[in-house]
T-cell receptor
Framework: NAGVTQTPKFRVLKTGQSMTLLCAQD?????MYWYRQDPGMGLRLIHY???????AKGEVPDGYNVSRLKKQNFLLGLESAAPSQTSVYFC????????????FGEGSRLTVL | GQNIDQPTEMTATEGAIVQINCTYQ??????LFWYQQHAGEAPTFLSY??LDGLEEKGRFSSFLSRSKGYSYLLLKELQMKDSASYLC??????????WGAGTKLIIKP
């Protein structure tokens, strides 16, 4: 049982390049989330999904896009990377209607030069 | 605006007890969570409080006072492996989590 898996774990981009982060969960969770974590700040929600085929904006969605074509996968795209997007990105999932315990992936460290 | 406050860093001694406080101001309240995050790793769930009072789970306990907008995480019999950041998060009226910046706990022998 792998839980929540993120790929890649590390990536260095140049300004203007694009990339996609993949999140996969094998727990049949309905809800999935993408967060970014920056020093001295709390986790900030980028986008989330409450089910296959649905997505919604979080607190800091600008510069990011997401897709949830399959229930187990949640993709985060950066169309034109900027240095301000240098961060650690965490994917998380949870069961609908539960206490809301989130299960996190190991994180993806992205550096934009 | 919505705000979660917790101390940036705390230091404690192995075997001792430490209390990490969290105060919050949010639009609505639908539960408070504590997560543990070791350096370079993912956060992991510790506790959930939605009613006032103390929830005990082994060496860890979490307390909530909704009227005061206050919670604390109590760690007993501290071990070196408890060195980590502790994240407080509140679920607001829209069922979204608002996260504090975390408290880095340093355990000394």
């Amino acid at each position: 049982n792998a839980g929540v898996t993120q790929t890649p774990k590390f990536r260095v981009l140049k300004t203007g390049q694009s990339m996609t982060l993949l999140c996969a969960q094998d727990m049949n969770h309905e809800y999935m989330y993408w967060y970014r974590q920056d020093p001295g700040m709390g986790l900030r929600l980028i986008h989330y999904s409450v089910g296959e085929g649905t997505t919604a904006k979080g607190e800091v969605p600008d510069g990011y896009n997401v897709s949830r074509l399959k229930k187990q996968n949640f993709l985060l795209g950066l169309e034109s990377a900027a240095p301000s997007q240098t961060s650690v990105y965490f994917c998380a999932s949870r069961i609908a209607g539960d206490t809301g315990e989130l299960f996190f992936g190991e994180g993806s460290r992205l550096t934009v030069l | 605006g919505q705000n979660i406050d917790q101390p940036t860093e705390m230091t404690a001694t192995e075997g001792a007890i430490v209390q990490i406080n969290c105060t919050y101001q949010t639009s609505g309240f639908n539960g408070l969570f504590w997560y543990q995050q070791h350096a370079g790793e993912a956060p992991t769930f510790l506790s959930y409080n939605v009613l006032d009072g103390l929830e005990e789970k082994g060496r860890f306990s979490s307390f909530l006072s909704r009227s005061k907008g206050y919670s604390y995480l109590l760690l007993k019999e501290l071990q070196m492996k408890d060195s980590a950041s502790y994240l407080c998060a509140v679920r607001d009226s829209n069922y979204q989590l608002i996260w504090g910046a975390g408290t880095k706990l340093i355990i000394k022998p």
